[in-house]
Structures are given as structure tokens and as C-alpha cells.
T-cell receptor
Framework: AQKITQTQPGMFVQEKEAVTLDCTYD???????LFWYKQPSSGEMIFLIY??????QNATEGRYSLNFQKARKSANLVISASQLGDSAMYFC???????????????FGQGTRLTINP | DAGITQSPRHKVTETGTPVTLRCHQT?????MYWYRQDPGHGLRLIHY???????DKGEVSDGYSVSRSKTEDFLLTLESATSSQTSVYFC????????????FGPGTRLTVL
């Protein structure tokens, strides 16, 4: 079974600082994918970044980067130069192999609530 | 933004009553998913669909059924709602497998009294 663990229930960071949100995963699949989603207080789920298990480079999307350490089974999200608008809940998720015609089954962690202080 | 709507957005119902939640997409995506979000659990997959009339169970499917009679609509039914099904329900879509992101709808807040 696949499992995602986010050990930081909450984090408080000063504006403009970089922040790292931790995510570790457990799977026996050789092919898998890792996602990060942001959920602001308004409730919607916003896709941030994706990393495939065979990708050699760490994924980056603007201020977001994913620090992928395969041997350690970690996929930490790094946000550079944090902004007040980054305050939200952040979820790490994993996609594993699926039996049914390519459907993705995502397994989510419990989330980390990030608060950016001015 | 991906064209996904959910209805209703909020619902309060009583234990034992049937409830149907609707997810509608305008993206013509093949795959559709239903998740529930509860404090301390993140999101958990209930059911998913990989085509019209093709569905399968997710992690927490007990007490739920789904139907997909056309590409754009995916219905989630609670045959006899229980208080443990009080949750926020999210619909999601994706066009293919692999690293394709799932786009999420705005969510439905369901309260079962």
C-alpha cells in the first residue's frame, strides 16, 4: 500500500524567507508520481508541481521546486521568497501504478498549514 | 481554470436520507474522481471513472455508489446518509494518466444530522 507522511502540522515563516515543506512516501512501485497541491482558506485545490519517479531533474515551477530524494523517499516542496498569499494548507500526494486503463489514484498526506507572517 | 462545477455546494440532510452530489465538466476529460476531505485525513479517494459507464472503487467506497451515463457528468450517491459521511466532497478530472494533473472542483460541504 502507498502512504504519504507530512510530519509538520503547521509552520510559521517570515515573509520573503524560503520555506521547505516535508513529505516522505512509501511505495513498492517502481513507477510513481508525486504532486503538491495548495488549498487556501477559500477551499479550492490548486495544483503546484509534479515529479515523476524516473525524472532525473528536480521539478521547478516558478517559485516552487520539488527536492526529490529517491533513496530517502522524500519529496519536499521548497517555496522561495515566500509571500503573504502563500499562507494555505499544502498537500503532498502520490500516484501509483493503476490497473484500470491509466486512471490515477492519488493518495494524499494529512497536509501542512503554512502561515506567512509580515 | 478547468471547467468543473459541483452541485449543490452546501447541503444539510438527515440520517437515513438519500443524497446525490453532481460533478459536471466541460473539458471532455476521460477520467473523473470523487474524494472526501476530513480533518486529519487529507483527501481520500471514494470512487473513480475511466469512461462512460466505467467505474471502480477507491479507498473509502463503503456507503457510496457512483454513476456516469455521459462524459461530462459523474454522480456520487449516498444511499442512506450517516453522520460519518459529513465531509467536504471534491470532484476531480484528468485527461490521461501519467503525470497529468488532476483538476479539482470547488467542493461540496455535506452535513448529515
Amino acid at each position: 500500500a502507498q502512504k504519504i507522511t507530512q510530519t509538520q502540522p503547521g509552520m510559521f515563516v517570515q515573509e520573503k524567507e524560503a520555506v521547505t515543506l516535508d513529505c516522505t512516501y512509501d511505495t513498492s512501485d517502481q513507477s510513481y508520481g508525486l504532486f503538491w497541491y495548495k488549498q487556501p482558506s477559500s477551499g479550492e485545490m490548486i495544483f503546484l508541481i509534479y515529479q515523476g519517479s524516473y525524472d532525473e531533474q528536480n521539478a521547478t515551477e516558478g517559485r516552487y521546486s520539488l527536492n526529490f530524494q529517491k533513496a530517502r523517499k522524500s519529496a519536499n516542496l521548497v517555496i522561495s521568497a515566500s509571500q503573504l498569499g502563500d499562507s494555505a494548507m499544502y498537500f503532498c500526494a502520490m500516484r501509483g501504478l493503476t490497473e484500470i486503463q491509466g486512471a490515477q489514484k492519488l493518495v494524499f498526506g494529512q497536509g501542512t498549514r503554512l502561515t506567512i507572517n509580515p | 481554470d478547468a471547467g468543473i462545477t459541483q452541485s449543490p455546494r452546501h447541503k444539510v440532510t438527515e440520517t437515513g436520507t438519500p443524497v446525490t452530489l453532481r460533478c459536471h465538466q466541460t473539458e471532455n476529460h476521460r477520467y473523473m474522481y470523487w474524494y472526501r476531505q476530513d480533518p486529519g485525513h487529507g483527501l481520500r479517494l471514494i470512487h473513480y471513472s475511466y469512461g462512460v459507464k466505467d467505474t471502480d472503487k477507491g479507498e473509502v467506497s463503503d456507503g457510496y455508489s457512483v454513476s456516469r451515463s455521459k462524459t461530462e457528468d459523474f454522480l456520487l450517491t449516498l444511499e442512506s446518509a450517516t453522520s460519518s459521511q459529513t465531509s467536504v466532497y471534491f470532484c476531480a478530472i484528468s485527461s490521461r494518466g501519467g503525470g497529468d494533473e488532476q483538476f479539482f472542483g470547488p467542493g461540496t460541504r455535506l452535513t448529515v444530522l
